[in-house]
């Protein structure tokens, strides 16, 4: 299983969706940095399939968090083998300048109540 990672910066760039081959997968991009770093280095991150659409809300300026999974993949060409390396974005959060999100927060469940049709499950 895969690691979930997460990094938090400012929108810099979005990309079109781009669609490759005949099966029709698809990717969009975004670079997220760190204006305030001492040494801002821009990330791309790749949203893939049906995820690029989670990039449609987001605005170049707005602070973000995404989770993402580092992907890699050897590939067998003619210069001999190359390996390649993806970060593998699989959400985003617009955040407000104090940090906070901008996503509403869940409704608590209460732990103690069990539906009636649950009760008389086998397991």
């Known amino acids: 299983?895969?690691?979930?990672?997460?990094?938090?910066?400012?929108?810099?760039?979005?990309?079109?969706?781009?669609?490759?081959?005949?099966?029709?997968?698809?990717?969009?991009?975004?670079?997220?940095?760190?204006?305030?770093?001492?040494?801002?280095?821009?990330?791309?991150?790749?949203?893939?399939?049906?995820?690029?659409?989670?990039l449609d809300g987001v605005k170049k300026g707005d602070n973000a968090k995404i989770r993402f999974a580092v992907d890699g993949r050897r590939w067998d060409g003619p210069r001999g083998t190359q390996y390649f390396v993806d970060l593998t974005a699989l959400k985003i959060e617009v955040l407000n300048a104090d940090g906070?999100?901008?996503?509403?927060?869940?409704?608590?469940?209460?732990?103690?109540v069990m539906p009636e049709d649950l009760e008389d499950m086998p397991f």
């Not at 906070?100 to 103690?112: C, F, L, W, Y």
């Open 100 to 112: 906070t999100s901008t996503e509403p927060m869940p409704t608590p469940v209460e732990a103690d």
């Open 1 to 54: 299983m895969a690691q979930i990672f997460e990094y938090t910066g400012q929108v810099e760039e979005i990309g079109q969706t781009q669609s490759f081959g005949s099966n029709g997968f698809t990717k969009r991009e975004v670079i997220i940095g760190d204006p305030n770093a001492k040494y801002p280095n821009p990330v791309k991150f790749t949203f893939k399939k049906d995820n690029c659409s989670l």
